[in-house]
């Protein structure tokens, strides 16, 4: 596939749609535990957490994989950040790498993430990522 310049208005809002569907799939698997049995929620789904917030951000990218890259910058955007943890989680066994050719200041950073730490996303991490690189996706593609 060709690299992509813009996307729909539908696209994106399908995408987000998809990638709410999952979050909410989550949080209700989490409140069912929870409502089940307080010691599952300790070993059961806080292990799980971060192994699903990390493969969700694999989720969110792969939606928008082919993206421009001369469009999304490399100035450290959220964009950037998404890429970078990809290759990170899929390359690196989920250590944080650095990207040369993206100027990736962590403190400039959603999730502020330094060479070497380990990628552990939780709810609240992910959301944040998530709705940052929307803003970033929409102001660049559509």
Known sequence: MLCMNNYT????????????????????????????????????????????????????????????????????????EVRVLCNSLLHNNSIMSMDKSVKIIPGKTVLKYKTGENIQLHEEDFSRLFKAFFVELESKYL
């Open 9 to 80: 208005r539908k696209y994106i809002d399908d995408s987000l749609r998809q990638i709410n569907q999952h979050i909410s799939t989550y949080k209700k698997l989490k409140a069912a535990v929870t409502k089940q049995n307080e010691d599952l929620l300790h070993t059961a789904i806080k292990p799980f957490e971060p192994v699903f917030f990390n493969n969700m951000v694999l989720v969110l990218d792969s939606y928008f994989t082919h993206r421009s890259r001369t469009i999304e910058g490399k100035d450290g955007n959220p964009l950037n």
